[in-house]
């Protein structure tokens, strides 16, 4: 890297630190109060809050891999991020007003209120235990190999990005995060904006782009053009069947941005329901953005290989977009670039590290220690913080065996095997009051127990300790492609807990008033900016579902 590069990526340290500063002041004393640490002091307006779901959502793991998946022509995988702003349409208008209403910190607080207190010990424990596996030690590996990609050691680089990250996390709290993060969102866009636009002038255009695609296409082995442009495949796809996303991947949503702590902590902050659905929607539209700034500079990644202007390995695609960084972009631009990188990683570890911290202190140490004090419960917030850390640091090693389809494919595929039994119960439980706490726990068990079979199973066979034979049950049971088997563990796991509702006695329906839907008489609908905003908001998911299909440019 050139002076200028190095400048541009110190300057952008500078920014986030300082607006981290800037953040953690306003208090009288030098403590903060449990609100003011966990929940922002719950004053937050829908643009903070809709940039920093994105930029907590968007690390560095997401552009790697979505970007590795346009180098490898696999375009479906993009329908993640298109399919996410469907549902945050869902979140915004459906979940937001029942988790502001109770005036819950966590999302096991609010299970707890639906449900029971056994409910509300699983998720917290699967949360956590998801954080290590999905989430932290995922983004610190991903952001290891950017830094891998720039010349220092793997494991140097995921202890820079740990202490970089967590010095103001454990410091501000979530209005730290929430503030950097609508800083770094900008700054990840304008980083890949540039690459996609620089990219494609180096090429010649589009229409050059394609070119060097279809040529491509001549040697065995090397995808067609459609399939770098088509987001949907056939039933029989091993990957991703049109079914299995339009169905399956839903479910891993609906866990993700509606119940799971990581993303709902951001609207919980907010000063009132509008300003958090609003924030939603805002989000909901960024995600949008992602087919044209991540997915495509690995297309224009894979083309300037065939052209020999740039040279990665096939077999780890993932290194395309640093690689097209280190060795493509220019001066300054590359600066530009890496500080998006890394405001991606920083970003999402930030807001892991606060959300891991928050379950931890309340739903454990509050809980076993109600008399603390508001200083201990935040001092014990960032032990906590430190304490994840280090597991998931542990945890690394043993992902190199289940990412034989890239980082984002990894991310996905355990998403399907906890997402399901959650996303039943929080979803069903919203909707129905007779659905009743011993369902709801039983239901949680035993979707944990077949998805975490499925996982172990999974990880033995690459491993090679286990050896199925091809017409076994076993065999049958791994070969379900992963976005079936969240589809059939969500409908297994609804029907499971719909007939034990069914055979058992209801709650009190005193208690779920506040938790579950209530007739309204006299209501009638109303045009109003939040329903406008969806509205169109969803045509424009319809017109890129139509133009990257076998109708529009697939």
């Not at 329906?509 to 007739?519: D, G, I, P, R, S």
Request: hydrophobic share 55%; glycine share 8%; charged share 10%.
């Amino acid at each position: 890297m050139e002076f200028l590069d190095i400048a541009i990526i110190v300057l952008y340290f500078g920014i986030i630190l300082w607006i981290a500063q800037w953040a953690s002041k306003g208090k009288k004393d030098a403590a903060f109060s449990s609100v003011d640490y966990f929940l922002a002091g719950k004053n937050q307006g829908w643009f903070v809050i809709g940039a920093s779901l994105f930029a907590s959502n968007i690390g560095s793991e997401i552009i790697l891999g979505v970007s590795g998946a346009g180098a490898r022509g696999s375009m479906p995988m993009a329908n993640f991020e298109i399919l996410a702003s469907l549902v945050l349409i869902l979140f915004g208008w459906v979940f937001v007003p029942f988790y502001l209403r109770t005036g819950v910190y966590t999302m096991p607080e609010f299970l707890e209120k639906r449900y029971s207190k056994a409910c509300r010990n699983y998720l917290s424990v699967i949360s956590v235990l998801a954080y290590i596996i999905t989430k932290i030690s995922l983004i610190i590996f991903a952001g290891a190999l950017v830094f891998e990609v720039l010349g220092i050691p793997f494991w140097t680089g995921a202890i820079i990005t740990v202490v970089a990250t967590g010095f103001y996390t454990v410091l501000g709290g979530l209005k730290a995060v929430i503030y950097t993060d609508m800083a770094q969102a900008f700054i990840l866009i304008l980083g890949t904006m540039g690459v996609v636009f620089f990219g494609l002038y180096e090429l010649g255009g589009w229409n050059e782009m394609i070119r060097s695609i279809d040529m491509a296409a001549n040697t065995s082995g090397n995808p067609p053009v459609d399939q770098f442009f088509n987001l949907w495949r056939s039933t029989d796809d091993t990957e991703y069947p049109w079914t299995g996303m339009l169905f399956g991947a839903p479910i891993l949503g609906v866990w993700y941005w509606c119940t799971d702590q990581f993303i709902v902590q951001r609207a919980l902050s907010a000063k009132d329901v509008s300003n958090a659905r609003k924030g939603a929607l805002f989000a909901g539209y960024l995600k949008l953005l992602p087919v044209f700034l991540f997915f495509l500079p690995g297309v224009i990644a894979y083309a300037l290989m065939q052209k020999g202007m740039i040279s990665f390995s096939m077999e780890n695609a993932d290194q395309a977009l640093p690689t097209m960084i280190t060795e493509f972009l220019p001066t300054g631009l590359k600066g530009l670039a890496i500080a998006g990188l890394l405001a991606a990683l920083m970003s999402s570890l930030s807001s892991a590290f606060n959300s891991s911290s928050t379950l931890l202190t309340i739903d454990f140490y509050q809980k076993f220690k109600p008399e603390a004090s508001e200083k201990e419960l935040v001092r014990f917030g960032r032990i906590a913080t430190v304490v994840l850390v280090l597991l998931s640091l542990g945890w690394i090693p043993f992902m190199n065996a289940l990412m034989g389809g890239g980082i984002f494919h990894y991310l996905q595929s355990i998403q399907a095997y906890i997402a399901p039994p959650i996303a039943s119960v929080f979803l069903l439980g919203l909707f129905y009051k007779w659905i009743n706490a011993r369902a709801a726990i039983v239901t949680l068990w035993t979707g944990f127990v077949i998805g975490m079979f499925r996982l172990g199973a999974e990880f033995m066979v690459n491993e090679g300790s286990l050896l199925p034979t091809d017409d076994s049950t076993l065999s049958y049971f791994l070969g379900i492609n992963f976005l079936h088997f969240a589809l059939f563990l969500f409908l297994f796991c609804s029907a499971e807990l719909m007939i034990i509702s069914k055979l058992g006695t209801p709650q009190s329906l005193l208690l779920l008033e506040a938790v579950t839907f209530q007739k309204k008489k006299g209501t009638s609908f109303k045009w109003s900016t939040d329903v406008i905003l969806t509205v169109v908001l969803i045509i424009l998911v319809l017109v890129i579902w139509f133009i990257f299909s076998p109708l529009g440019i697939g």
